[in-house]
């Protein structure tokens, strides 16, 4: 069957991936079943079973990897000590007085516990447990509530450290640290646009979001008090490795140790929660470790096919504007983060989608390029997180939020994703925003 080759067989072998994790396959499995039944099908079965005798150790002993269990850790270590909890609590001590107060509050300690977790289902299960009995007693509307703490929680995966650009970084050998730079002022963009959306959904319907009783000085002073271990491990860690004092891989490490210890510190770390946090890190290391097998089992299945490269040939011959070409990824992107889980999505479409960008006449350096367009993957993979039908994040509130219909939530969550298209748009349109820092701090 020679006519299945190259394209066509990559086409049926994604078509196969899809069936199967629509039949709720696990997304590793699906991914390294198919890869193989590819591989077998190109070269046979004697040639699959010495990779498979070599990849994974080859691709597990890498040094870059040993970054992902280190930010996990340092994302579940500030989870058990508290300090999303009094994160939370000092900004709405500070906020909450305002109409729409205590949801600014939620968006901004997203954006904060971000910086020390890296996850964003982690950041809005967190955020959530701790923010949501308190928009409930101050009567915000239930829609209102959990969309906040939804959309807010995809500020984990782009507020530096994030262990998906950690990812992204891997799979595409940009980086690490440029990418943590990139990300720092689109996550900042995306949380004052969140709060602007806040303000104008409470300007519009003032019962949704009330406003609460000023807080006096001293409860002031007593709030910002608690956030200092927040902003100092964000300094530490992001900051060495913003000046270059360590590699990503080493500010993980320093970031594990700094905040186990403020943990220690704080008396919110007891050796039960520590036994918590290395288990619950162990199994999402282990989940994401499968992902990758699987990934690099199909990604090779891809390369033997030559797909990628006649993907980006046929587009560099089609002379289109290359701000199509990526007004185009960009659009598959929200349509694909709707329906899937977002690690999966970029392991699965990189290999594919990264060589078309890098061949497009961009006005960027290479660097630059594979930076900026990074970026862009982790903001349209964040609008998929709370976007339905799927939708990630709200199905962790709704979790949460049992009273509340899911359909409502996810109307609810409308003007923030539009104000995500607005940020998404300036991010394309404008490339230096993302770059800025990358250049200012090299």
Same mark, same amino acid.
């Given at each position: 069957?020679?006519?299945?080759?190259?394209?066509?067989?990559?086409?049926?072998?994604?078509?196969?991936?899809?069936?199967?994790?629509?039949?709720?396959?696990?997304?590793?499995?699906?991914?390294?079943?198919?890869?193989?039944?590819?591989?077998?099908?190109?070269?046979?079965?004697?040639?699959?079973?010495?990779?498979?005798?070599?990849?994974?150790?080859?691709?597990?002993?890498?040094?870059?990897?040993?970054?992902?269990?280190?930010?996990?850790?340092?994302?579940?270590?500030?989870?058990?000590?508290?300090?999303?909890?009094?994160?939370?609590?000092?900004?709405?001590?500070?906020?909450?007085?305002?109409?729409?107060?205590?949801?600014?509050?939620?968006?901004?300690?997203?954006?904060?516990?971000?910086?020390?977790?890296?996850?964003?289902?982690?950041?809005?299960?967190?955020?959530?447990?701790?923010?949501?009995?308190?928009?409930?007693?101050?009567?915000?509307?239930?829609?209102?509530?959990?969309?906040?703490?939804?959309?807010?929680?995809?500020?984990?995966?782009?507020?530096?450290?994030?262990?998906?650009?950690?990812?992204?970084?891997?799979?595409?050998?940009?980086?690490?640290?440029?990418?943590?730079?990139?990300?720092?002022?689109?996550?900042?963009?995306?949380?004052?646009?969140?709060?602007?959306?806040?303000?104008?959904?409470?300007?519009?319907?003032?019962?949704?979001?009330?406003?609460?009783?000023?807080?006096?000085?001293?409860?002031?002073?007593?709030?910002?008090?608690?956030?200092?271990?927040?902003?100092?491990?964000?300094?530490? +860690?992001?900051?060495?490795?913003?000046? *270059? @004092?360590? #590699? /990503?891989?080493? =500010?993980?490490? $320093?970031? %594990? !140790?700094?905040?186990?210890?403020?943990?220690?510190?704080?008396?919110?770390?007891?050796?039960?929660?520590?036994?918590?946090?290395?288990?619950?890190?162990?199994?999402?290391?282990?989940?994401?470790?499968?992902?990758?097998?699987?990934?690099?089992?199909?990604?090779?299945?891809?390369?033997?096919?030559?797909?990628?490269?006649?993907?980006?040939?046929?587009?560099?011959?089609?002379?289109?504007?290359?701000?199509?070409?990526?007004?185009?990824?960009?659009?598959?992107?929200?349509?694909?983060?709707?329906?899937?889980?977002?690690?999966?999505?970029?392991?699965?479409?990189?290999?594919?989608?990264?060589?078309?960008?890098?061949?497009?006449?961009?006005?960027?350096?290479?660097?630059?390029?594979?930076?900026?367009?990074?970026?862009? +993957?982790?903001?349209?993979?964040?609008? *998929? @997180?709370? #976007? /339905?039908?799927? =939708?990630?994040? $709200?199905? %962790? !509130?709704?979790?949460?939020?049992?009273?509340?219909?899911?359909?409502?939530?996810?109307?609810?969550?409308?003007?923030?994703?539009?104000?995500?298209?607005?940020?998404?748009?300036?991010?394309?349109?404008?490339?230096?925003?993302?770059?800025?820092?990358?250049?200012?701090?090299?």
């Amino acid at each position: 069957m020679d006519w299945l080759a190259g394209g066509p067989l990559a086409a049926v072998g994604f078509a196969a991936m899809l069936l199967l994790i629509a039949l709720r396959v696990p997304v590793a499995l699906a991914m390294f079943a198919c890869g193989a039944v590819g591989y077998v099908w190109q070269l046979g079965t004697a040639p699959l079973l010495a990779y498979v005798k070599s990849a994974p150790f080859a691709l597990f002993s890498s040094y870059a990897l040993s970054v992902i269990p280190l930010f996990v850790l340092m994302g579940q270590l500030a989870a058990k000590a508290g300090l999303s909890e009094a994160l939370f609590g000092a900004l709405r001590v500070w906020l909450g007085h305002r109409r729409g107060g205590v949801a600014m509050a939620v968006i901004v300690a997203c954006a904060g516990f971000g910086a020390v977790c890296g996850s964003a289902i982690a950041t809005t299960a967190t955020i959530g447990h701790a923010a949501l009995p308190a928009l409930r007693a101050q009567g915000y509307a239930g829609g209102l509530a959990t969309a906040t703490i939804a959309v807010g929680g995809t500020l984990g995966i782009l507020i530096p450290p994030s262990v998906i650009l950690v990812i992204y970084g891997i799979v595409t050998e940009t980086n690490i640290a440029n990418l943590f730079k990139a990300a720092l002022v689109p996550g900042l963009l995306a949380a004052a646009l969140h709060c602007l959306v806040i303000a104008l959904v409470v300007g519009r319907r003032p019962q949704d979001g009330p406003a609460g009783v000023r807080a006096d000085p001293t409860a002031r002073r007593a709030a910002l008090r608690a956030v200092w271990p927040v902003l100092l491990i964000f300094l530490v +860690v992001v900051g060495g490795i913003y000046l *270059g @004092l360590f #590699t /990503p891989t080493e =500010g993980a490490a $320093v970031g %594990v !140790v700094t905040t186990g210890l403020l943990a220690l510190l704080r008396g919110g770390l007891s050796p039960r929660r520590l036994g918590e946090a290395l288990l619950e890190t162990a199994q999402l290391a282990g989940m994401i470790f499968a992902l990758l097998l699987g990934a690099e089992m199909f990604n090779t299945f891809l390369a033997l096919t030559r797909a990628p490269e006649t993907l980006a040939a046929a587009v560099a011959a089609a002379d289109l504007a290359p701000l199509a070409v990526i007004a185009v990824i960009l659009v598959f992107y929200v349509l694909l983060g709707a329906l899937m889980d977002e690690l999966a999505m970029i392991l699965l479409t990189l290999p594919v989608v990264f060589p078309v960008v890098m061949a497009l006449d961009l006005g960027l350096s290479a660097s630059d390029a594979a930076v900026w367009f990074g970026i862009l +993957v982790l903001v349209v993979v964040g609008i *998929g @997180l709370a #976007t /339905p039908p799927i =939708g990630l994040n $709200v199905f %962790v !509130v709704g979790a949460l939020a049992r009273d509340v219909p899911l359909p409502r939530i996810y109307r609810a969550v409308l003007p923030f994703v539009l104000g995500d298209l607005v940020r998404l748009a300036l991010l394309v349109a404008f490339p230096g925003i993302s770059l800025a820092l990358v250049h200012l701090l090299r």
